[in-house]
């Protein structure tokens, strides 16, 4: 069962090109205490037609990255999910597309506050456009 969902971003329409945005939302399930076990996910929702480059994906085409504030969450993972691929100038690069869910797991700090704060860093691209990347802000209720 999934509760503490605490931060939806996404669907506003992008300044310059009038696309729908990408769609970010964190949840975590009840925790049973501090210093127990975490368990929550990261969605994205792309837009038809966008993509967001899959971690592995090199550097240059800014992959998805997701960091948390330091305090929260001990022995942190980014459980990676499967991705697909699109060729681009003859090559094969890993990407998402659609809703993309990514596990996050870990142990609830000690001294950990009631809210997960974190960012996903990612970069939209469409067939024959990129968006410059973007690095959002994400919380989510650990209860």
Same mark, same amino acid.
């Not at 925790?31 to 127990?36: A, L, S, T, W």
């Not at 993309?100 to 000690?110: N, R, Y």
């Given at each position: 069962m999934m509760t503490?969902?605490?931060f939806a971003h996404g669907g506003e329409v992008h300044p310059t090109t009038g696309l729908s945005t990408i769609g970010v939302a964190v949840a975590f399930d009840p =925790?049973?205490?501090? *210093?127990?076990p975490v368990t929550g996910r990261l969605t994205l929702t792309i837009p038809k037609g966008w993509h967001l480059y %899959?971690? *592995?994906a090199p550097d240059e085409f800014v992959p998805v990255s997701v960091t948390q504030q330091a *305090?929260? =969450?001990d022995s942190w993972q980014v459980l990676w999910p499967p991705f697909t691929f699109v060729t681009i100038e003859n090559e094969r690069m890993p990407v998402y597309e659609g809703s993309?869910?990514?596990?996050?797991? *870990?142990?609830?700090? =000690?001294?950990a506050p009631a809210v997960w704060k974190g960012t996903v860093t990612f970069q939209a691209?469409? %067939?024959d456009l990129c968006l410059p990347p973007e690095t959002r802000e994400v919380r989510g209720e650990l209860r």
């Open positions: 503490g969902f605490a =925790v049973e205490g501090k *210093g127990r %899959a971690h *592995g *305090g929260t =969450v993309v869910t990514i596990p996050l797991e *870990g142990t609830l700090a =000690v001294d691209c469409g %067939a």
